[in-house]
């Protein structure tokens, strides 16, 4: 059975898994094929696809069955298996209802797996042994020797299964439409005779110039030529702050002007921006992943055929060799084939996989399919974003003091004052942090100082609320307050300072705050052996000083998306299977390259929840070692079942070959297998009630 049963991350938003996602195919016999879904959408509007064997691939695991039936009728075959179980349970040995069960379990057969009988016949004519062949006979020799309701029952669960997978499959566009949803479709610019026009940005060439508003996404990379402005840079770069852009600046496409109209030259144009270069990324890192290699892959490759080998040689070599009757021999095949037909495994592996991802999800925790949930417990090592992945993504006050002998009620309502008169960030932050006491006093001949902060006249007190820069070139800075300064600096914070005519009497101190329980999930993941590492956007400066608050020791700041990438497999090389963990469109590449990637669902974007593989609904760092243990115990549980379920098979298949099974002892074997295995998978919801 092909399993991907994806969780979608932001379902509410339409979201999809990434475009060219590896699935793994895995028939209930173990074997399994891997697959791509590489076809996406250009801004041509043609699909173009990439040759990659799937076809090759698929029908050496004996897939390549045709189209699987509709839901519909899916629904209604397994509603007729259903039926002639309840004829043969309530009605056995009446002539009448036989006839008919057999009746209803057929067309439950025709209608679940009709494209498997034909995939089966197909296979055997080239020679493969595929999971559809075993299907096919094994339904087929149940039907026959009088189980028609068990042949009807384990086709509608295949066919179910293999819907399952299907429906899952080659939802890549939506990841890519919302890359390319960033980069506004129209622009507003310059006409060489001085006419501004809004127009589409196919439209813009090389070198012109653009204006945008506040507000307003950027269209494209350029050069800031005119005008000052707040950037929010986060989609690209992960800086926590928006950063003032002025004059001879570099901007870049998909970020956001907060403050101030700015105009810029082009220097790349659509389709060459930095945020193209990401959505190239995202592919190519998707593209190369390596699928998944499961240890009943190795088992397919000689189980299947080692069953019909087995039945053959007890309907031709036993009456030979050993005098047994015709009849009595391919009745003790049927009953192998009825033995080994692969019913716990179809039901216990997904039972398994689907209580471990709705135990994740009571967690807050959504997988993205049994494939990722597998593939954490291989992690050795887990790179961190900063900016809205271990920090709150957000300026928020972390401290403020009046200074130099100044009256603290004075010095916060005079700077709460100041910062309602600004739209900046800092300003917001400033003020949101900030409690004075009645009502502010007014703010005349308020001014904004581009690049530097702003001021104005408070109860007929000059006053300037604005950062380093302003303060030294109002010959304002001493040594002591440039000790102090330096001092919140090493701690990642941004500084504005409030100063009158003689001097600073004020120190406001802003700062990206590090998330609740960040410390506990550092510490738990070490305690699982993985090694935490921070990559991050932001200044070296900034990102070490929150990898220490957090307890990383292991920390990369000033990384562009591609340098994240390379990062990250660099990680890899040096510690193993490496997972990411992000929040932003900055972070997709990572998280694509990633061997397991983490998205925060709260903050995080819906590119970096349709690339990642595991997403955090509530934001809870402590999820992430909570994923990595519950991958651990589902592998654990996971084995234990095919223990049991080969190991009952095994059993009954010599006592079949030795002439002591019946049929009865055939159905407990495959019924009671599933029974035992679907109970112990079951045991893995109780880790989402704690």
Same mark, same amino acid.
């Given at each position: 059975?092909?399993?991907?049963?994806?969780?979608?991350?932001?379902?509410?938003?339409?979201?999809?898994?990434?475009?060219?996602?590896?699935?793994?195919?895995?028939?209930?016999?173990?074997?399994?094929?891997?697959?791509?879904?590489?076809?996406?959408?250009?801004?041509?509007? %043609?699909?173009?696809?990439?040759?990659?064997?799937?076809?090759?691939?698929?029908?050496?695991?004996? %897939?390549?069955?045709?189209?699987?039936?509709?839901?519909?009728?899916?629904?209604?075959?397994?509603?007729?298996?259903?039926?002639?179980?309840?004829?043969?349970?309530?009605?056995?040995?009446?002539?009448?209802?036989?006839?008919?069960?057999?009746?209803? @379990? @057929?067309?439950?057969?025709?209608?679940?797996?009709?494209?498997?009988?034909?995939?089966?016949?197909?296979?055997?004519?080239?020679?493969?042994?595929?999971?559809?062949?075993?299907?096919?006979?094994?339904?087929?020799?149940?039907?026959?020797?009088?189980?028609?309701?068990?042949?009807?029952?384990?086709?509608?669960?295949?066919?179910?299964?293999?819907?399952?997978?299907?429906?899952?499959?080659?939802?890549?566009?939506?990841?890519?439409?919302?890359?390319?949803?960033?980069?506004?479709?129209?622009?507003?610019?310059?006409?060489?005779?001085?006419?501004?026009?809004?127009?589409?940005?196919?439209?813009?060439?090389?070198?012109?110039?653009?204006?945008?508003?506040?507000?307003?996404?950027?269209?494209?990379?350029?050069?800031?030529?005119?005008?000052?402005?707040?950037?929010?840079?986060?989609?690209?770069?992960?800086?926590?702050?928006?950063?003032?852009?002025?004059?001879?600046?570099?901007?870049?496409?998909?970020?956001?002007?907060?403050?101030?109209?700015?105009?810029?030259?082009?220097?790349?144009?659509?389709?060459?921006?930095?945020?193209?270069?990401?959505?190239?990324?995202?592919?190519?890192?998707?593209?190369?992943?390596?699928?998944?290699?499961?240890?009943?892959?190795?088992?397919?490759?000689?189980?299947?055929?080692?069953?019909?080998?087995?039945?053959?040689?007890?309907?031709?070599?036993?009456?030979?060799?050993?005098?047994?009757?015709?009849?009595?021999?391919?009745?003790?095949?049927?009953?192998?084939?009825?033995?080994?037909?692969?019913?716990?495994?179809?039901?216990?592996?997904?039972?398994?996989?689907?209580?471990?991802?709705?135990?994740?999800?009571?967690?807050?925790?959504?997988?993205?399919?049994?494939?990722?949930?597998?593939?954490?417990?291989?992690?050795?090592?887990?790179?961190?974003?900063?900016?809205?992945?271990?920090?709150?993504?957000?300026?928020?006050?972390?401290?403020?003091?009046?200074?130099?002998?100044?009256?603290?009620?004075?010095?916060?309502?005079?700077?709460?004052?100041?910062?309602?008169?600004?739209?900046?960030?800092?300003?917001?932050?400033?003020?949101?942090?900030?409690?004075?006491?009645?009502?502010?006093?007014?703010?005349?001949?308020?001014?904004?100082?581009?690049?530097?902060?702003?001021?104005?006249?408070?109860?007929?007190?000059?006053?300037?609320?604005?950062?380093?820069?302003?303060?030294?070139?109002?010959?304002?800075?001493?040594?002591?307050?440039?000790?102090?300064?330096?001092?919140?600096?090493?701690?990642?914070?941004?500084?504005?300072?409030?100063?009158?005519?003689?001097?600073?009497?004020?120190?406001?101190?802003?700062?990206?705050?590090?998330?609740?329980?960040?410390?506990?999930?550092?510490?738990?993941?070490?305690?699982?052996?993985?090694?935490?590492?921070?990559?991050?956007?932001?200044?070296?400066?900034?990102?070490?000083?929150?990898?220490?608050?957090?307890?990383?020791?292991?920390?990369?700041?000033?990384?562009?998306?591609?340098?994240?990438?390379?990062?990250?497999?660099?990680?890899?090389?040096?510690?193993?299977?490496?997972?990411?963990?992000?929040?932003?469109?900055?972070?997709?590449?990572?998280?694509?390259?990633?061997?397991?990637?983490?998205?925060?669902?709260?903050?995080?974007?819906?590119?970096?929840?349709?690339?990642?593989?595991?997403?955090?609904?509530?934001?809870?760092?402590?999820?992430?070692?909570?994923?990595?243990?519950?991958?651990?115990?589902? %592998?654990?549980?996971?084995?234990?079942?095919?223990?049991?379920?080969?190991?009952?098979?095994?059993?009954?298949?010599?006592?079949?070959?030795?002439?002591?099974?019946?049929?009865?002892?055939?159905?407990?074997?495959?019924?009671?297998?599933?029974?035992?295995?679907?109970?112990?998978?079951?045991?893995?919801?109780?880790?989402?009630?704690?």
């Amino acid at each position: 059975m092909e399993r991907n049963l994806n969780t979608q991350a932001a379902a509410a938003q339409g979201s999809q898994p990434p475009m060219g996602a590896p699935r793994i195919k895995i028939d209930c016999c173990g074997s399994a094929s891997c697959s791509s879904a590489p076809t996406h959408a250009h801004a041509d509007g %043609h699909d173009h696809g990439r040759a990659d064997g799937n076809h090759a691939q698929t029908e050496e695991a004996g %897939h390549d069955h045709g189209p699987l039936p509709s839901t519909a009728r899916l629904i209604a075959a397994l509603c007729l298996a259903l039926g002639a179980e309840g004829i043969n349970w309530f009605a056995a040995d009446r002539l009448p209802w036989e006839i008919a069960g057999m009746v209803v @379990a @057929a067309v439950a057969i025709v209608l679940a797996g009709l494209g498997i009988y034909v995939s089966g016949l197909r296979s055997l004519r080239r020679g493969k042994l595929g999971i559809d062949t075993l299907m096919s006979v094994a339904v087929t020799g149940a039907f026959v020797i009088g189980q028609w309701p068990e042949a009807a029952m384990v086709m509608a669960l295949y066919a179910l299964a293999e819907l399952i997978e299907h429906r899952a499959a080659d939802r890549a566009r939506n990841a890519i439409a919302g890359l390319m949803a960033l980069a506004p479709q129209e622009a507003e610019w310059q006409r060489a005779d001085g006419r501004w026009e809004r127009g589409p940005s196919s439209e813009v060439p090389m070198s012109a110039r653009v204006r945008v508003r506040p507000g307003e996404r950027l269209p494209f990379d350029g050069e800031v030529v005119l005008g000052h402005g707040a950037i929010d840079q986060s989609p690209i770069t992960g800086e926590s702050i928006p950063v003032d852009k002025g004059v001879g600046d570099k901007v870049f496409a998909g970020t956001i002007n907060q403050s101030g109209e700015l105009q810029f030259t082009v220097t790349a144009s659509a389709g060459s921006t930095t945020l193209d270069r990401i959505i190239h990324a995202v592919e190519q890192a998707q593209g190369s992943r390596s699928p998944t290699q499961r240890m009943v892959d190795r088992f397919a490759a000689v189980y299947t055929p080692a069953v019909f080998a087995l039945a053959v040689a007890l309907v031709l070599v036993m009456p030979l060799a050993f005098g047994w009757t015709w009849l009595d021999a391919i009745y003790r095949a049927l009953v192998l084939l009825v033995i080994a037909c692969p019913c716990a495994l179809v039901l216990a592996t997904p039972v398994t996989v689907v209580s471990a991802l709705t135990s994740a999800a009571r967690r807050g925790i959504l997988i993205k399919g049994g494939v990722h949930l597998e593939a954490a417990r291989t992690l050795k090592a887990i790179a961190l974003d900063k900016t809205g992945t271990l920090t709150e993504g957000k300026p928020s006050l972390v401290h403020w003091q009046a200074w130099a002998g100044a009256d603290a009620q004075q010095v916060e309502r005079a700077a709460a004052a100041l910062t309602t008169r600004s739209d900046h960030p800092v300003s917001k932050a400033i003020l949101a942090g900030l409690q004075p006491a009645g009502e502010l006093p007014d703010v005349e001949s308020f001014r904004a100082l581009p690049g530097r902060g702003t001021e104005g006249r408070v109860q007929g007190r000059a006053l300037a609320l604005g950062n380093h820069r302003l303060i030294e070139e109002r010959g304002q800075c001493g040594p002591e307050l440039e000790a102090l300064l330096a001092e919140q600096e090493q701690q990642g914070r941004s500084v504005s300072l409030l100063a009158d005519e003689s001097g600073v009497i004020g120190i406001f101190a802003v700062a990206d705050t590090l998330k609740p329980h960040a410390q506990e999930a550092v510490a738990a993941l070490q305690a699982l052996g993985v090694t935490p590492v921070m990559l991050s956007g932001d200044n070296q400066t900034t990102a070490t000083a929150v990898a220490a608050q957090a307890g990383i020791q292991e920390v990369r700041g000033n990384l562009l998306p591609e340098e994240k990438q390379q990062a990250l497999l660099e990680l890899q090389a040096r510690h193993g299977p490496t997972g990411m963990t992000g929040d932003g469109i900055n972070d997709a590449p990572a998280l694509a390259q990633a061997r397991l990637g983490f998205a925060m669902g709260r903050a995080g974007t819906d590119i970096a929840m349709e690339t990642a593989d595991v997403v955090i609904m509530n934001d809870d760092l402590r999820r992430l070692p909570e994923t990595v243990a519950l991958s651990r115990r589902t %592998h654990a549980v996971l084995w234990q079942n095919i223990v049991i379920a080969l190991g009952i098979k095994a059993v009954f298949m010599v006592l079949a070959v030795a002439g002591s099974a019946t049929l009865w002892m055939a159905v407990f074997a495959d019924v009671g297998a599933s029974l035992l295995v679907i109970a112990n998978g079951l045991r893995l919801l109780r880790m989402g009630e704690r």
